[in-house]
């Protein structure tokens, strides 16, 4: 019998909605350096989604959310060739948070700004530009990244 088992990364997004825009980082000086993303991270391991998700808005955009708040509403599967990993994601929106939305990591991060959801910027990370996407048109689940043309 095999004791080890496969692991998988799983990561949370938190889509900032405000009307009909979205908000995005600008990455920098990390993986996918000067294209846009949304807020989001990793599970550090003994947390919750719930937990991951107030976290990462708290250490990235400096913003206090309540768990009532924001709902999460897509999972992908992913596969990444670019380091051979696989994902769970969870996509979830807020679109209520206390505080004022801040860069609260500029070593990692050139700035935020809201976007129009029907304009989104073209240099975006492929993969959250998908999430949004998905998330926004209600799927509740999908997969990435197995197909050689994603």
Not at 30 to 38: C, E, K, L, N
Not at 59 to 64: I, L, P, Q, R
Not at 92 to 97: G, M, P, Q
Not at 107 to 127: A, H, S, T
């Amino acid at each position: 019998m095999n004791k080890n088992r496969f692991r998988a990364f799983v990561s949370v997004h938190v889509l900032f909605m405000k009307d009909d825009k979205i908000l995005l980082l600008l990455r920098k000086n990390i993986t996918s350096d000067g294209f846009y993303s949304v807020v989001a991270g990793h599970l550090d391991g003994k947390e919750t989604l719930t937990q991951a998700i107030i976290r990462e808005a708290k250490e990235e955009a400096g913003v206090d959310i309540n768990p009532n708040d924001f709902e999460i509403k897509t999972v992908c599967h992913s596969y990444s060739k670019h380091n051979d990993r696989e994902f769970i994601q969870f996509y979830a929106i807020c679109k209520k948070w206390e505080g004022k939305l801040v860069n609260n990591e500029p070593d990692k991060c050139g700035g935020l700004k809201f976007f129009p959801i029907n304009n989104l910027p073209e240099n975006m990370v492929p993969y959250v530009r998908d999430g949004i996407k998905k998330t926004l048109a209600g799927i509740n689940f999908y997969e990435y990244g197995w197909k050689d043309t994603e």
